[in-house]
């Protein structure tokens, strides 16, 4: 089965600046998609950005993008200009395309501290 | 659209009690599914379904049932509560269980067992 690494459980960053958050994750499968979501405290999961495996170019949401390495197998998430706002647990998930396992799979989460 | 909606939001149970968490989405959305969240584990999922009178189990299945009668219910039942079933609970859906759809998610359920 796919599984999804986050190896950082906690980063911080100063207002304005940037971070990234890393995400790993294990497959055999050539055709996927990858997601991050963001969960403020209210809890509420949040889609931040998507990313289809087959797609070269790296998918950009605003402020948010990914850093999507295939051969390595690693989905990056690039925060810019970090707000306040954007304080959260951030979630990387692996969503296969063959056969019935089609669920979504997450990683453990990165919480994200914003200092201001 | 109200989206997804789940109740109740917090609930407190005792050690062999039984409950249902209620969800349900307004979307029209085929695929459905609960998760738990636990910390440092991330959402695991513990049940889905792809359509009314369709359902299979998740990940971490065990000590729990659905059922969906409708397009836009999906029920989970605790049948009888355990201290390891304290956790939060998440109702999703999405239009397909498969390609690049995102779930959308309910507001979640804070579940302590006693």
């Known amino acids: 089965a796919q599984t999804v690494t986050q190896s950082q459980p906690e980063m911080s960053v100063q207002e304005a600046e940037t971070v990234t958050l890393s995400c790993t994750y294990d497959?055999?499968?050539?055709?996927?998609?990858l997601f991050w979501y963001k969960q403020p405290p209210s809890r509420q999961m949040i889609l931040v950005i998507r990313q289809e495996a087959y797609k070269q170019q790296n998918a950009t949401e605003n402020r948010f993008s990914v850093n999507f390495q295939k051969a390595a197998k690693s989905f990056s998430l690039k925060i810019s200009d970090s707000q306040l706002g954007d304080a959260a647990m951030y979630f990387c998930?692996?969503?296969?395309?063959?056969?019935?396992?089609?669920?979504?799979?997450f990683g453990a989460g990165t919480r994200l501290t914003v200092k201001p | 659209n109200a989206g997804v909606t789940q109740t109740p939001k917090f609930q407190v149970l005792k050690t062999g009690q039984s409950m249902t968490l209620q969800c349900a989405q307004d979307?029209?959305?085929?695929?459905m599914s609960w998760y738990r969240q636990d910390p440092g584990m991330g959402l695991r999922l513990i049940h889905y379904s792809v359509g009314a009178g369709i359902t299979d189990q998740g990940e971490v299945p065990n000590g729990y049932n659905v059922s969906r009668s409708t397009t836009e219910d999906f029920p989970l039942r605790l049948l009888s509560a355990a201290p390891s079933q304290t956790s939060v609970y998440f109702c999703?859906?999405?239009?397909?269980?498969?390609?690049?759809?995102?779930?959308?998610f309910g507001p979640g359920t804070r579940l302590t067992v006693t």
């Open positions: 999703a859906s999405s239009y397909s269980r498969q390609g690049p759809y995102e779930q959308y």
């Open positions: 979307m029209n959305h085929e695929y």
């Open positions: 497959t055999s499968e050539s055709d996927y998609y």
């Open positions: 998930a692996y969503r296969s395309t063959r056969g019935n396992n089609n669920d979504m799979r």
